[in-house]
């Protein structure tokens, strides 16, 4: 396995200069570029269908956790009617361990809103919608503003920059709910409707928004568009891991010296990142990591050696790359604990449309909690894995799968300290 | 044709067919709780799984694709689908409960979590025997639970509107109702509130579940969450005897069953005919079961020295035999009936051409602001066009007081001209009344002879709806001279057919001594010497078929057959408000 030079990297979304969430500065660092070559430069863009054929052949795997294609995505829009179309960007990120998009909205959100007008400039959209989840109050303010100075400086509006395109941008607030991230959820949110996850199909992209065409995607991903139509597909697709390349916005939390975002290729290892975030927090040794948000499967520290942040990697050993966003604990962590704090957070977060996830969430919580306060049997291991096959993929989204997949892996990956914690009342009794 | 398998059996289709409806259609069954046939499929209570597939065609020639064995090639989805949502496709494979271990196991799982915060109190819940959820588990549900914490609490006995009654822990959250408030009676008044496990239906914060047609929530409901404030608690489901019957309250003519027990019916629930009503009911026709029940009049009535008495059907008979033969045609006025049945005004016009009057004279009954472009008109008697196909003068109100005002003798079918102040009591004086009514009104109050007549309940008569079709009731319930063991087509009740004797319709208190226009009308014309043998509805209805034109090929028959016949009506009297 090649090692990806990580080491020489230098961040384009997260770039170390001063105020670059003012327009000015931005502008004043080659901002804007791509958007004015793609509306203006006839001979190297010859119409959005180019646009589309660069970001595809990019292969920008879609960072909001699903992993796909994001050029492939806008390809499925069908021709337009004259009709409204829409962009929905997802900015919602209530996946826990996962925070990268509001380092976008905080440091750099016009590498955002540039990538965002082009995507909606190759599908022919007219109106572009951020929803940006509610509890970043301060965020939607700084997006605000950025939107508002890019409208100023006729970066979004009327005839962009000369020419015959016209879009609009609105930034809306979501109101705290998990499930509002999941696309059609959101799609129903933006509606003002109750956030509950459409059937599909039909797809969004056939009837979305107001029974629009529709895409969705994430804010990291749209950010990489920004980068590729500047520096290439062939850069873009260089960077990192061959199946899942580009930047990757890595949120490291848990017991590292130095939990933060950081901006470095994909697949970079796994036990790297740590040392990248500063190492184990009071010299401690590694217990577990949680890769890619609370609902990828947990992975044993001693299942890392030689694992790769890429899905590829990532799926040897049995778990995802989801939002990158990376959950280190170290060896006081009790993982009983861990897994009832998660399945708390999706009983808590289930909308309640479906029977599996809605009567499911709950089930699982309630037995956790009973053996996290010593009172469970061995046997409710084998329930709580019981559940989680009633709950898997068989409900609208794939919320019930999120939340199962922790219980299943974390209790078949630690199984020894569930029982040794199950077993603590027979013994008692004994 | 298309072509489709379901649990190998080989069907054909066209057009668009959801696989659930589908399925059903054929007579078959996949448990089911959120979909509903007349609204939109939300594909949220997870029950209707079905293993679905697709036989592989080869693209050029268009033949399924075989394998080594010579089997044809599946491709199955990857993960079960649910029936309801899922479309009818050529080639498509479908395998259900019946012929799949993993379908079964899944439904089973479904029926497991559903329950687990389903309060299970089916003894004290009016749902019980008619409950979709206590059905499907008793079929298709787990041996017991393995539930073993605590449920969750959630709010109960919420009076949501004036009435409907929510019990939101047995809510499945299968937002049917909420549905129906958005798609059918289109007041949005409900909504699901809260997340997850603790979510239910509701309304906004201060807003009354007030929707005119709220208790079709209460039918669609598939637990006992939603329960009708009226009827809670009143009966058990299998106690009571279900009898199809219209809607009398108004002339739209909404089909509905009736629901008996010991002679009183209980409550009103709407039956099903696309033609008319779809699944739904206006919450006023709700009430109408009162009218069979309530301020009857049981046995004739007579004036002496200005108060009304009780009489007896001789006396009756003689009394309005003298009246007829004292006055001169030409001063007797007969008013028939909107809110009568074609068969009781027949009888009577009947019966008054053989004595040489007048045509009998009518008038609609209309109560304006009524209408709401959905189940309710302005033509709130449910038989006015029936009148007008019989040939009968139709007057307004200014003309009718003036045919009163010639008269001496005025009789009156079944019709409160004084309540719904077509006429005063003062137009009524000096007058001898003669009034069929069922129960008692101002109009009956004012009557000399008042004939107690049976409702709609108690006689199986028909009715011509706003539109011009023509529908029947059956009988529900019994009278003084009706004996319903002897009435094979009186409705059984579970009662009837698994308790003893003792169990079912014991109290002679609840029956009242009236009798059918009709059968009134033999003896009236056999005291005055004239032929007249009408039998029952049934017979009556082939006599106008073959003798009034508007009515011909109508047969009961005929309306069982097709639940109701449209008849040809004039343009003007089919929009009459």
């Known amino acids: 396995m090649s090692t990806v030079d990580w080491k020489n990297y230098t961040p384009v979304l997260l770039p170390d200069i001063k105020d670059l969430h003012k327009i000015d500065v931005y502008t004043k660092n080659g901002g804007y570029k791509a958007l004015k070559s793609v509306l203006t430069d006839k001979k190297k863009w010859e119409g959005p269908k180019a646009v589309i054929d660069e970001v595809k052949s990019a292969n920008i795997r879609g960072r909001g956790g699903a992993g796909f294609n994001a050029g492939l995505k806008w390809s499925f829009m069908p021709p337009a009617d004259g009709g409204p179309r829409y962009l929905a960007c997802n900015g919602d990120e209530s996946e826990p361990g996962t925070f990268k998009d509001r380092k976008i909205f905080e440091y750099n959100p016009h590498v955002f809103i540039e990538g965002a007008l082009i995507a909606a400039y190759a599908m022919e959209i007219t109106t572009i919608y951020v929803y940006i989840r509610g509890e970043y109050k301060t965020y939607i303010d700084m997006m605000e503003k950025a939107v508002s100075d890019a409208y100023d400086k006729g970066f979004i509006g009327k005839n962009i920059l000369g020419s015959d395109y016209s879009v609009d941008f609105y930034v809306h607030s979501g109101a705290g709910a998990y499930i509002c991230g999941e696309e059609t959820s959101m799609l129903e949110s933006l509606e003002g409707k109750r956030g509950y996850p459409r059937v599909k199909p039909p797809f969004p992209a056939q009837k979305g928004l107001w029974g629009r065409p529709t895409t969705i995607n994430n804010i990291e991903t749209l950010s990489h568009v920004t980068g590729v139509i500047n520096k290439g597909a062939e850069w873009f697709s260089s960077i990192g891991a061959k199946n899942h390349p580009g930047p990757v916005l890595y949120g490291i939390s848990g017991h590292v010296n130095n939990p933060g975002v950081y901006e470095l290729p994909s697949g970079v290892p796994v036990l790297d990142l740590i040392e990248i975030a500063g190492g184990m927090r009071n010299g401690k040794k590694l217990k577990a990591v949680i890769p890619g948000g609370s609902s990828t499967p947990i992975l044993r520290a001693d299942q890392l050696d030689g694992i790769t942040m890429d899905s590829d990697s990532l799926r040897t050993v049995g778990s995802m790359l989801g939002t990158a966003g990376i959950v280190v604990m170290d060896e006081d962590t009790d993982i009983v604990d861990v897994l009832w704090r998660i399945a708390h957070f999706y009983h808590h977060e289930s909308c309640g449309q479906c029977t599996p996830c809605r009567e499911g969430t709950g089930w699982l919580e309630k037995i956790l909690l009973k053996i996290k306060n010593g009172d469970g049997e061995v046997r409710d291991l084998d329930l709580l894995l019981d559940l989680t096959t009633q709950m898997e993929g068989r409900t609208i989204c794939a919320l019930a799968d999120a939340a199962a997949w922790p219980v299943r892996f974390t209790i078949n990956r630690f199984r020894d300290e569930f029982e040794a914690r199950c077993k603590k009342k027979a013994h008692a009794v004994a | ?577």
């Open chain 2, 1 to 577: 044709m298309p072509e489709i398998f379901i649990d190998g059996h080989r069907y054909e289709f066209e057009g668009d067919h959801k696989v659930l409806q589908f399925i059903q259609d054929l007579g078959k069954e996949v448990p089911f709780f959120c979909y509903h046939p007349s609204m939109t499929a939300p594909a949220n209570c997870r029950q209707c799984m079905v293993k679905a597939g697709q036989y592989m065609k080869d693209r050029e020639t268009g033949d399924y694709e075989v394998d080594e064995n010579g089997d044809r090639v599946i491709r199955w989805f990857p993960k079960l689908q649910t029936s309801c949502n899922l479309m009818a496709a050529d080639g498509m494979v479908i395998l259900t409960q019946e012929t799949d271990e993993l379908v079964k196991r899944a439904q089973k799982d479904n029926l497991e979590l559903i329950l687990i915060n389903h309060p299970l109190d089916c003894p004290i819940c009016d749902q019980a025997g008619e409950c979709p959820l206590q059905i499907q588990t008793y079929k298709y549900g787990p041996e017991g639970s393995r539930f073993e914490v605590k449920k969750v609490h959630k709010p109960k006995r919420i009076q949501l509107g004036p009435r409907v009654v929510l019990d939101a822990e047995r809510c499945i959250n299968c937002t049917r109702c909420t549905r129906f408030t958005q798609e059918i009676s289109k007041t949005h008044q409900l909504t699901i509130t809260s997340r997850g496990d603790k979510n239910y239906p509701t309304t906004a914060p201060g807003r009354e579940f007030d929707d005119p047609y709220s208790l079709n929530t209460v039918d669609i409901c598939p637990v006992g969450a939603l329960t009708s404030a009226d009827f809670r608690f009143k009966a058990r489901v299998w106690e009571m005897n279900q009898t199809p019957s219209i809607d009398i309250t108004n002339g739209k003519g909404t089909n509905i069953d009736l629901w008996t027990r010991d002679n009183l019916i209980l409550r009103v629930t709407p039956r099903y005919n696309a033609d008319v009503n779809d699944h739904w009911m206006p919450d006023a026709g709700r009430e109408a079961y009162k009218i069979f029940n309530e301020n009857r009049i049981s046995r004739p009535q007579q004036k002496l020295d200005g108060e009304q008495v009780l009489s007896s059907w001789n006396n009756a008979i003689a009394t309005f035999t003298e009246q007829i033969e004292e006055t001169d045609n030409s001063k007797i006025v007969v008013i028939a009936s909107p809110h009568a049945s074609v068969e009781e005004n027949y009888a009577l016009s009947k019966y008054t051409n053989l004595l040489g009057l007048n045509q009998p004279v009518f008038t609609p009954h209309i109560e304006e602001g009524t209408r709401d472009d959905f189940l309710l008109s302005d033509d709130v008697a449910p038989n006015a066009n029936g009148c007008r196909l019989l040939g009968f003068t139709e007057l307004d109100k200014a003309s009718i007081k003036k045919e009163i005002k010639k008269a001496e003798l005025v009789v009156i079918l079944n019709d409160n001209l004084i309540d719904r102040e077509v006429i005063a009591a003062d137009d009524l004086k000096e007058k001898f009344v003669v009034v069929f009514a069922t129960n008692n009104s101002d109009t009956s109050k004012t009557a000399d002879l008042v004939i107690p007549i049976t409702t709609a309940a108690e006689h199986a008569a028909s009715y011509v709806n706003v539109d011009g079709r023509i529908q029947r009731t059956y009988r529900a319930k019994e009278t003084k001279y009706t004996d319903r063991r002897l009435d094979l087509e009186m409705s059984e009740g579970r009662l009837d057919r698994y308790g003893t004797n003792f169990d079912n319709w014991v109290t002679e208190d609840n029956k009242v001594d009236c009798l059918p226009v009709w059968a009134f009308i033999n003896s009236l014309a056999e005291s005055s010497g004239l032929e007249l043998n009408f039998s029952d509805g049934r017979e009556i209805m082939d006599e106008i078929a073959s003798t009034v034109d508007s009515f011909s090929g109508v047969s009961y028959a005929a309306m069982d057959e097709q639940s109701g016949i449209q008849l040809s009506i004039k343009k003007e009297t089919s929009t009459s408000k």
